[in-house]
């Protein structure tokens, strides 16, 4: 929402809190003309920002600042309101690029911890098959050298 519409949202809502509780929608100099400010009713509706009696917010009723319409006015105007969006999206998007290094680095342990558990899963197994052939010519030894005809029986 560019900043002009944007102020204009925001002094609709100075002038609504300054009046009351419950106040006619059409104040003064501010008065909406729907056909040429459609993004202006859209946002204000989409963010909920103000509400009538019947409900969803309408120019032919009594209506009222719902809590997110007062977030807004919390702020000297409509730029510093933007601005602290834009901070906040700013710090969110921050946290999310921090998560997605981090996640990554995650990644990248855990193929390195499974590439070093499958080089010593290896290395066990042939460390067994050499102990086992090792252990098998021990043993049979004797037999071994007999048969070759090295040792005489």
Same mark, same amino acid.
């Given at each position: 929402m560019d900043i002009i519409k944007g102020n204009i949202i925001y002094e609709f809502l100075e002038k609504l809190n300054t009046k009351g509780e419950l106040v006619f929608?059409? =104040?003064g100099d501010i008065e909406f003309d729907a056909d040429?400010?459609?993004e202006i009713l859209d946002y204000i509706r989409e963010y909920d920002l103000v509400r009538s009696k019947k409900g969803e917010f309408t120019f032919d009723a009594f209506v009222y600042i719902t809590e997110n319409g007062r977030n807004i006015l919390k702020f000297k105007s409509w730029g510093e309101y933007q601005e602290s969006i834009n901070n906040q999206v700013a710090k969110i998007s921050e946290k999310e690029?921090?998560?997605q290094e981090m996640q990554y680095e995650i990644d990248r342990l855990?193929?390195?911890n499974l590439k070093l558990q499958n080089k010593d899963l290896k290395r066990k197994v042939w460390f067994g098959i050499i102990g086992f052939i090792a252990?098998?010519?021990l043993t049979n030894l004797k037999d071994i050298l007999i048969l070759l005809k090295i =040792?005489?029986?």
């Open positions: 929608a059409e =104040l040429n400010d459609v690029n921090d998560r855990t193929i390195k252990g098998a010519i =040792l005489p029986q």
